[in-house]
């Protein structure tokens, strides 16, 4: 274990739990705050995109963006996202996690106040515009997903590591919260000032002229809580695993750790370099596909299979929701007031459904463990949407709505208080120090591939209200659930165990002890000594 090889390691897991650590979640969940806030603010604005760039008069029907532009706009995020997370994974590992730690907020702070500008008045201008820096924007909260999660887990002791970071996930609640609040007030307070008519009394001023104004201030303030966040980032000192098992500086990882924390440190060099060098091994070495092979597939597939679901359920909500009744017919409302509903029903869902989910996790990841509770969301998120798709004729009538909000809610408080949480978890503990952040990054870059399939494909049944494609669509979501259910037992459980223990580093360092001893008794038997 590591309390007998590495002091700093095991001061680190045993250190009762400090105010810095209830710190540390806040500034990194702070960044998952606004993670959630920008990439799903675009669901609220994306039908007022739509009626204010793509209507056309022969129609008679309220704009709408066509299919290829929704997925772009609702999607080139995350595909910066996926990006961002293996250039910063990546990084984290090579340059340190701090170093690279307040790169993201700023790529977030001016990509989010970029993306409420335009460069032209034309709707190719507007939409290439907010597509280019979404993209970056995406890359910057790509970066968060490796670092944030890698950061918590070693600096957290080994009693409360799941909980924290599963905090710092849960802030990823409350930013999709905010993203249908803020949404619902700013479209509000023009509403009270601007409202138009409906859009079958007016055609042309059912869209307010000021609602341009609308869209650019909701994903503006996006830069905000990343902004205030930057300080304390800044502030924070490089974890003590990272500065001594990659840098191989027991002294100053003592000192960084005794400024945050009440703990003693000894900083014993010698066995750090016996540690450092039993653990060199690389992430495309055959030792890493032995070890951890079948780890680094199982965090990789169930957060693809998850994403495709989750994403499907955040990005398609504003064309389910008219169907469960939570939103008027366009036609009947003005530009505004259809999304003043589409982000009131978006907060509703968010508060009753998704939020508690996360927080559940949090509570209860230390007595459950990782591994059951993401089999049961896997599971329990099957079932519902399995429903939702073979009884859909039956719920999306009026006097079943309520019935169907509640599985519709359901379906995301088990994708939260389940794989949501427990696939950002697993991979900042199952692997080894020197490349945890890579790992992380690439599993969660494997979600984002799968948030992709959400945005470009899923998505596609959804936008017409069809009724036999919105069926396909939930029975094949059902599918994947049941997919990630069966390849979560390509992972193990990690509660109650130190990094080092769980990663194996420990059994490879005592291993290397025990031929080291075995040499030196050799030597002295053949009478070298």
């Not at 070693?154 to 909980?163: D, L, P, Q, V």
Request: with cysteine; net charge positive.
């Amino acid at each position: 274990m590591a309390s007998d090889n590495l002091t700093v390691l095991n001061a680190l897991d045993t250190a009762r739990t400090q105010w810095y650590h209830v710190t540390a979640v806040v500034i990194a969940g702070m960044g998952f705050f606004t993670d959630a806030y920008d990439l799903f603010c675009i669901t609220t604005v994306s039908k007022l995109l739509g009626r204010l760039y793509y209507y056309d008069p022969a129609t008679h029907a309220p704009g709408k963006l066509p299919h290829s532009v929704n997925n772009w706009v609702t999607g080139v995020a995350l595909v910066g996202t996926l990006t961002g997370q293996l250039v910063f994974g990546w990084l984290g590992d090579k340059l340190g996690r701090k170093k690279v730690y307040g790169l993201t907020l700023i790529l977030m702070v001016i990509c989010a106040l970029c993306s409420g500008l335009s460069f032209g008045y034309s709707r190719k201008v507007v939409i290439g515009t907010l597509c280019f820096f979404r993209f970056w924007l995406g890359f910057g909260i790509g970066g968060d997903y490796p670092l944030s999660a890698t950061i918590m887990s070693e600096y957290a002791n080994k009693r409360t590591r799941g909980a924290f970071i599963a905090a710092v996930f849960a802030m990823q609640g409350v930013g999709i919260i905010f993203a249908g609040l803020v949404s619902m007030i700013v479209s509000k307070v023009f509403l009270m000032n601007f409202g138009g008519k409906a859009f079958t009394t007016d055609e042309v001023f059912s869209t307010e002229p000021e609602a341009d104004y609308v869209w650019r201030i909701v994903l503006m303030l996006g830069a905000l809580p990343a902004l205030v966040t930057y300080y304390w980032r800044m502030k924070m000192p490089e974890t003590g695993r990272y500065t001594a098992i990659i840098e191989g500086n027991a002294k100053q990882a003592a000192i960084d750790m005794g400024k945050v924390l009440d703990i003693e440190i000894q900083a014993d060099g010698e066995k750090l370099a016996k540690f450092k060098a039993a653990n060199e091994y690389s992430l495309l070495s055959n030792e890493f596909f032995m070890r951890h092979g079948h780890h680094l597939l199982g965090t990789m597939t169930t957060w693809f299979l998850l994403d495709i679901a989750f994403y499907s359920q955040n990005l398609t909500q504003k064309d389910i929701f008219p169907t469960m009744g939570l939103v008027s017919n366009a036609k009947n409302i003005s530009a505004l007031r259809e999304m003043f509903e589409t982000s009131r029903a978006m907060f509703v869902i968010a508060l009753l459904g998704t939020f508690p989910g996360y927080w559940f996790t949090v509570f209860f990841i230390e007595k459950i463990g990782r591994f059951k509770i993401q089999l049961m969301g896997f599971f329990m998120m099957s079932i519902f949407m399995a429903i939702i798709g073979i009884k859909y004729d039956y719920l999306k009538t009026k006097e079943h709505k309520w019935t169907f909000a509640a599985l519709y809610g359901l379906t995301f408080f088990f994708a939260n208080f389940g794989p949501n949480s427990t696939t950002f978890v697993l991979p900042a503990e199952l692997f080894p120090t020197r490349v945890r952040s890579t790992c992380h990054a690439l599993s969660a870059a494997s979600g984002k591939a799968g948030a992709m399939v959400s945005a470009f494909g899923v998505q596609q049944y959804t936008q017409d209200g069809n009724t036999h494609k919105i069926k396909k669509a939930m029975l094949f979501l059902a599918f994947t659930n049941m997919l990630g259910f069966c390849c979560t037992f390509l992972v193990t459980e990690t509660k109650g165990r130190s990094l080092e223990e769980i990663s194996g580093e420990d059994e490879k360092q005592n291993e290397t002890q025990m031929k080291s001893n075995r040499t030196d008794s050799g030597r002295q038997d053949d009478g070298w000594d």
